[in-house]
């Protein structure tokens, strides 16, 4: 069954550290891949996509992801943190022909000032 | 640009009463979308709505929840009658089209049943 797999619940970095949050996904292709952030009291919000082509993808807010094909992973980065980018993290992806995104559970960030 | 709104942002009842929510999507936005997000857990998709056809509403329990989207445009979730396991956010989000559009999310309704 097609699944994504965020496989840290929770991660805490400190203010001004590098961040890599882990996304594999289970798909018979390759599948379109999503991150998305929910910050407190805010709705979802898009940070980036990965449709084809380069597979280093840059985001809004200073974060990008890379696509590993044999890895079967979408992890998303930032080089340096911001107290601010505390939020749920969620990564997605959609088979292309099924117009049903799968979500992941979710990985919870907490910044360390 | 206005955003996706929602009402009420919160509500508590009590198990077997009903309630509805409402959404209003982005304007020009074809495709209208109702999650369910528990606490702890991605969103997932009840049913999904192209104008006003439904396109998806596999995962809709559909003996007790009920949702339209009337000409169009806004539309209404029901949850009638409300069971314990119904405690949740419900997210509405829209995008432009099908598929690969994003997806624009409203803050959302935080249900809690008694």
């Known amino acids: 069954a097609q699944s994504v797999t965020q496989p840290d619940i929770h991660i805490t970095v400190s203010e001004g550290a590098s961040l890599e949050l882990r996304c594999n996904y289970s798909?018979?292709?390759?599948?379109?891949l999503f991150w998305y952030v929910q910050s407190p009291g805010q709705g979802l919000q898009l940070l980036l996509k990965y449709f084809s082509g380069d597979t280093l993808v840059q985001g809004i807010k200073g974060f990008e992801a890379e696509f590993k094909r044999s890895q079967s992973s979408f992890n998303l980065r930032k080089p340096s943190v911001h107290w601010s980018d505390a939020a749920e993290y969620f990564c997605a992806a959609n088979a292309g022909n099924n117009r049903k995104l799968i979500w992941g559970l979710g990985t919870s960030l907490a910044v360390n000032p | 640009e206005a955003g996706v709104a929602q009402s009420p942002r919160y509500k508590i009842i009590e198990k077997r009463q009903s309630v509805a929510f409402w959404c209003n999507p982005i304007s020009g936005h074809a495709t209208l979308y109702w999650y369910q997000q528990i606490l702890g857990q991605g969103p997932k998709l009840l049913i999904q709505?192209?104008?006003?056809?439904?396109?998806?509403d596999s995962q809709l329990p559909k003996d007790r929840f009920s949702a339209e989207r009337l000409k169009g445009v806004d539309s209404t979730l029901k949850i009638q009658p409300a069971k314990l396991e119904d405690s949740a956010v419900y997210l509405c989000a829209s995008s432009l089209g099908l598929a690969l559009d994003e997806q624009f999310f409203g803050p959302g309704t935080r249900l809690t049943v008694l």
């Open positions: 709505f192209q104008n006003n056809g439904v396109v998806d």
């Open positions: 798909y018979g292709a390759t599948p379109y």
